[in-house]
């Protein structure tokens, strides 16, 4: 009658992978079924799905703007996670200072309620103006798309601790920094996590606009590229492989959120 935790993650595994593959059979059905059997849509602005993947099949075998597919993605990822570790080293310390020290959220709050809701792209030109075409704008774009969930999710991580954890160790005398380092910290790392997950979907997604900046290899360069050309089958195909991977890191991530929440329990 009771099943166990295991058995329930296992069912509801099964049930959304069983799920997941009968929406995208779906997905891929009405694609076909709009380009290729009823050609309501004309291959110009949307090809075939078999076109789409014949040509993803070429680019992950041969090279493409004289890169293969293992050159574009290397150099987005190196992109990526250059972005997303700066973010981390910035926006995780001045998350769990604004948590910890109302006097510094005093202070820092305005400015980063100001600078938050501007899209990362709307950085491009000072981007270009600062550091040119090249990686370090890059870099730059991404590292502001990934800084925001550090922040939100460090803050919010730290000033939500339960107080009694807190209180307790006050009362063992530990002071401020010893609390914050053996009590505050451990107990938000699940949350902390979370804003990993976030921040790297946030630099992922800004990709494709950060290879704006005078990139000659990447997947959003690829994607790009094709665009100029109007070669829709293999920007399609970017396309996609753009997706996978972001999914891919995404569940890489999610994996590790869900240990650290075990670890956050039995802890």
């Known amino acids: 009658m009771f099943r166990t935790r295991r058995e329930r993650l296992t069912s509801s595994g099964g049930r959304r992978f069983a799920v997941g593959a009968i929406s995208t059979t779906l997905f ?149 920094w010893r609390t914050l380092w053996t009590v505050v910290l451990p107990t938000s790392m699940p949350t902390v996590v979370t804003g990993a997950r976030l921040a790297l979907g946030n630099a992922w997604m800004t990709v494709v606009a950060a290879e704006l900046l005078g990139a000659t290899a990447g997947l959003g360069y690829v994607a790009l590229n094709a665009r100029s050309t109007l070669d829709v089958d293999i920007m399609m195909a970017a396309m996609l492989l753009i997706g996978l991977v972001g999914v891919a890191l995404s569940e890489g991530i999610r994996i590790a959120e869900k240990r650290m929440g075990r670890w956050s329990v039995t802890t």
């Open 28 to 176: 891929v059905g009405l694609w076909y079924s709009a380009t290729e059997v009823t050609q309501l849509v004309p291959p110009l602005f949307l090809p075939p799905p078999d076109a789409v993947f014949d040509r993803l099949a070429q680019f992950l075998t041969s090279p493409y703007q004289g890169n293969t597919f293992g050159g574009h993605l290397l150099a987005s990822v190196a992109i990526v996670l250059t972005g997303w570790l700066v973010g981390a080293v910035i926006g995780v310390p001045v998350g769990v200072a604004m948590g910890a020290f109302p006097t510094f959220e005093l202070v820092v709050r305005p400015v980063f309620n100001l600078i938050r809701p501007i899209p990362p792209i709307a950085w491009i030109p000072l981007a270009i103006l600062w550091f040119g075409l090249g990686d370090g704008a890059r870099v730059y774009v991404v590292t502001l798309a990934a800084v925001v969930p550090w922040i939100l999710n460090s803050y919010e991580a730290v000033s939500g601790t339960d107080r009694v954890l807190i209180y307790a160790s006050r009362s063992l005398g530990a002071g401020t």
